[in-house]
Antibody
Framework: QVQLQESGPGLVKPSQTLSLTCIVS??????????WTWIRQPAGKALEWIGR???????NYNPSLKSRATISVDTSKNQFSLRLSSVTAADTAVYYC?????????????????WGRGSTVSVSS | EIVLTQSPGTLSLYPGERATLSCTTS???????LAWYQQKPGQAPRLLIA???SRATGIPDRFSASGSGTEFTLTISSLEPEDFAVYYCQNYGSSLVTFGGGTKVEIK
């Protein structure tokens, strides 16, 4: 059974860098089938996709984050990470890691089938 | 960027009633890349539907979905107590993912 578990500080000061790690068990981040993904959700609001990384290290990010986000993968520890720089109170949210898949062969579905439980991060001085 | 608009924002129904949730995209999208998720309070979202109409593993058949182009629908044929939750649609395109604003299905 695949499980994802987020870890990281629950409190970050404004202007600093938020760092979260997602530990993967029951699967390998080296699997070429998946995109390892970060999503966040401010309290009472909708889901917001942050970005993803695949086995080859190719990343894609939500343009709204204006290059503040960096996602990386550590195959030796079977985990992937998120760094979000220059945080403000608007970055306060529950952060989820998830496994996304682009199925093949046809049809090419894209969806997130495994999610972590979420990590609450508050930005405050 | 493709915008997903979900309606209504809140749906108030009795258990046993039929729920119809809408997801409208700002431009035509591939139905293969349209997914639906359910989220209960304090929990992570759970995949319900992929490819606009294919139920995920373990999802009961009272959940169905359809649509194409810019109009997509999630239907719950007869609401069970555990179905009261928030539902999100999701689109994938140009290597980016977007979510709708969600529809809350609440007990009337």
């Amino acid at each position: 059974q695949v499980q994802l578990q987020e870890s990281g500080p629950g409190l970050v000061k404004p202007s600093q860098t938020l760092s979260l790690t997602c530990i993967v068990s029951g699967d390998s981040v080296s699997s070429g089938r998946y995109f390892w993904t970060w999503i966040r959700q401010p309290a009472g609001k909708a889901l917001e996709w942050i970005g993803r990384i695949n086995l080859s290290g190719t990343t894609n990010y939500n343009p709204s984050l204006k290059s503040r986000a960096t996602i990386s993968v550590d195959t030796s520890k079977n985990q992937f990470s998120l760094r979000l720089s220059s945080v403000t109170a608007a970055d306060t949210a529950v952060y989820y890691c998830a496994r996304a898949i682009l199925t093949s062969p046809l049809p090419y579905y894209y969806y997130m089938d495994v999610w972590g439980r979420g990590s609450t991060v508050s930005v405050s001085s | 960027e493709i915008v997903l608009t979900q309606s209504p924002g809140t749906l108030s129904l009795y258990p046993g009633e039929r729920a119809t949730l809408s997801c409208t995209t700002s431009q035509s999208v591939s139905s293969a890349y349209l997914a639906w998720y359910q989220q209960k309070p304090g929990q992570a979202p759970r995949l319900l539907i992929a490819g606009a109409s294919s139920r995920a593993t373990g999802i009961p058949d009272r959940f169905s979905a359809s649509g194409s182009g810019t109009e997509f629908t999630l239907t719950i044929s007869s609401l069970e107590p555990e179905d009261f939750a928030v539902y999100y649609c999701q689109n994938y395109g140009s290597s980016l993912v977007t979510f709708g604003g969600g529809t809350k299905v609440e007990i009337k």
